[in-house]
């Protein structure tokens, strides 16, 4: 499934809507260092792969961007561990 996600760098968040619920990723920015410390998906929409979309969105951007990652976020660190392709993002 595609979702609409949305990069808003002043706010430091991806974001999306599903089925008229909002869903997200917020994130801290220090020197190159994404930090990655909550993501959102209210009960009606889970199981739908959103999480994921959004972690993915957020690590192809620190890639494009030069950027390293902690995943702060519970989610974000077991994301990170099932897609090894993006482990060199690891900061």
């Known amino acids: 499934?595609?979702?609409?996600?949305?990069?808003?760098?002043?706010?430091?968040?991806?974001?999306?809507?599903?089925?008229?619920?909002?869903?997200?990723?917020?994130?801290?920015?220090?020197?190159?260092?994404?930090?990655i410390t909550h993501?959102?998906?209210?009960?009606?929409?889970?199981g739908r792969g959103i999480a994921s979309a959004l972690t993915q969105a957020a690590m192809e951007t620190a890639r494009a961007e030069g950027w390293t990652v902690v995943p702060a976020c519970g989610y974000a660190a077991a994301w990170l561990r099932r897609h090894p392709e993006f482990?060199?993002?690891?900061?």
Not at 21 to 32: G, M, V
Not at 39 to 46: C, D, R, Y
Not at 87 to 91: F, G, P
Request: glycine share 4%; hydrophobic share 35%.
């Open 39 to 46: 993501t959102g998906v209210p009960v009606a929409v889970e």
């Open 87 to 91: 482990a060199d993002l690891r900061a």
């Open 1 to 35: 499934m595609s979702f609409d996600i949305r990069h808003d760098p002043s706010a430091k968040r991806f974001d999306t809507e599903v089925d008229g619920q909002h869903c997200e990723l917020d994130y801290r920015l220090s020197d190159k260092v994404m930090t």
